[in-house]
């Protein structure tokens, strides 16, 4: 067990070497490569009017979002009315996504309650 500690607080202080030797030239990279997002002056005011965009384009795009919703449930639909057609692959990825959401709820209960298994609170 300790030797493993040991092995473990080696390989952080490679990675920590490697990211002060490196980690500068690679942030400054990252912002030349992606200047074209970056608005100057960034001043209070124009982070309002950037937060304003997002909030309206998001609002905006809900009527695209309530139409596609609607034909995904028509689709949906008639797959239920054919289901003596559906074979078993379609069927098997079905239920793979019923079972990846009921798993993706338990995850979140779990969390939800301090990762406790019980719900008890010691």
Request: proline content about 2%; charged content about 20%; glycine content about 8%.
């Amino acid at each position: 067990m300790a030797s493993k500690l040991v092995q473990l607080q080696a390989k952080a202080c490679q990675a920590s070497k490697f990211v002060a030797t490196h980690g500068t030239s690679y942030y400054k990279q990252l912002l030349e490569q992606n200047k074209q997002y970056i608005q100057e002056p960034a001043t209070v005011e124009k982070c309002n009017d950037l937060s304003k965009q997002l909030l309206y384009t998001r609002l905006a795009s809900i009527p695209g979002q309530y139409e596609t919703f609607w034909k995904e449930l028509d689709q949906v639909k008639s797959l239920w009315k054919n289901r003596g057609d559906l074979k078993v692959e379609d069927a098997g990825i079905a239920a793979l996504f019923g079972l990846e959401c009921f798993a993706w709820f338990c995850a979140g209960e779990i969390v939800g309650r301090g990762f406790t298994f019980t719900g008890y609170y010691p």
